[in-house]
């Protein structure tokens, strides 16, 4: 029989799959449309019962994303831009007949410069540390989650091309995490606990979606981003240390939202944005974190 996907997950953790690389590989079995509905599921069991929320004493938690929001674009001089290579000559019509210019493969190259930059976020140490998170499976798949519902939703409100852009964007999301399950060990029944692992994303996307909308509670998100990263078993904020923690990050979500809205088109699609930095947010003074 097989385990719960908790169970499993605290397996991974255990064997470390945080560790494992970005690469690609192709799937063997077919995946959904991002932007279909599915089941929430509970995500009570994926990390080890009893721990405790102290929080950084390094970090000012009650300072922090607080200011306003700005376009996540880099400059076009910084050296993180990344742009198409532009071949000229008998090389631009060999790549042209191969199709390197069509949009297909442009919204393939963007897809993957967005995942290198929610990757980026993700695997950096600060983000445990602000948050005070054990770097486990969970926790990395969580914010993984979430950093993804932040591009997902940005690339949604460009309408047609967005959505596409998004699909390209999952599936990449998607090749990732199953390497990730697999270097952590786990080969039999891969392609079952990936599909538990896809219910859980869409669970995640569709609360974090719910708790955006203009109906939502005011503590509806604060409530997701518990529920769906820090509690281990459904449990109300047992805290201060958890709760400062739990509404940091809440308005790190929100913030990263709105940034993500003022961020224009061409830098989305390029991929040419970067994530708010959590080693000295904006407005707060290393000497004051």
Not at 15 to 40: I, M, S
Not at 87 to 109: A, T, V
Not at 186 to 207: D, H, P, Q, S, T
């Amino acid at each position: 029989m097989v385990p719960r996907w908790g169970r499993a997950f605290m397996y991974l953790s255990k064997l470390g799959a945080d560790n494992c690389t970005g690469k690609q590989r192709h799937l063997p079995f077919a995946h959904r449309n991002y932007v279909t509905v599915a089941a929430a599921v509970d995500t009570s069991t994926l990390d080890p019962p009893n721990k405790v929320f102290s929080g950084n004493p390094q970090v000012n938690l009650n300072k922090m994303f607080w200011s306003k929001p700005c376009s996540l674009a880099l400059p076009p001089d910084s050296p993180l831009v990344v742009e198409d290579p532009k071949y000229e000559g008998i090389k631009h019509i060999i790549f042209k007949l191969l199709m390197f210019y069509s949009e297909q493969s442009k919204s393939i190259r963007g897809a993957n410069v967005i995942y290198g930059r929610v990757i980026s976020q993700v695997e950096k140490p600060a983000i445990y540390d602000v948050f005070n998170l054990e770097k486990t499976f969970k926790t990395t798949f969580s914010l993984l989650v979430l950093h993804m519902w932040l591009c997902l939703r940005r690339l949604k409100a460009e309408g047609k091309d967005g959505v596409e852009l998004g699909q390209y964007l999952y599936e990449i999301y998607n090749h990732d995490v199953e390497l990730r399950v697999s270097k952590a060990g786990v080969n039999l029944l891969l392609i079952k606990w990936m599909k538990e692992v896809e219910r859980i994303f869409y669970g995640n996307i569709v609360a974090y979606d719910a708790a955006m909308l203009p109906e939502a509670k005011p503590d509806e998100l604060q409530n997701v981003i518990w529920r769906n990263i820090f509690s281990e078993d459904g449990s109300p904020v047992p805290n201060d240390s958890a709760s400062r923690i739990l509404q940091a990050m809440t308005r790190y979500a929100r913030r990263e939202a709105a940034c993500m809205s003022l961020t224009d088109k061409e830098a989305l699609f390029s991929g040419n944005f970067m994530f708010t930095s959590l080693g000295n947010p904006p407005g707060i003074p290393a000497s004051e974190k």
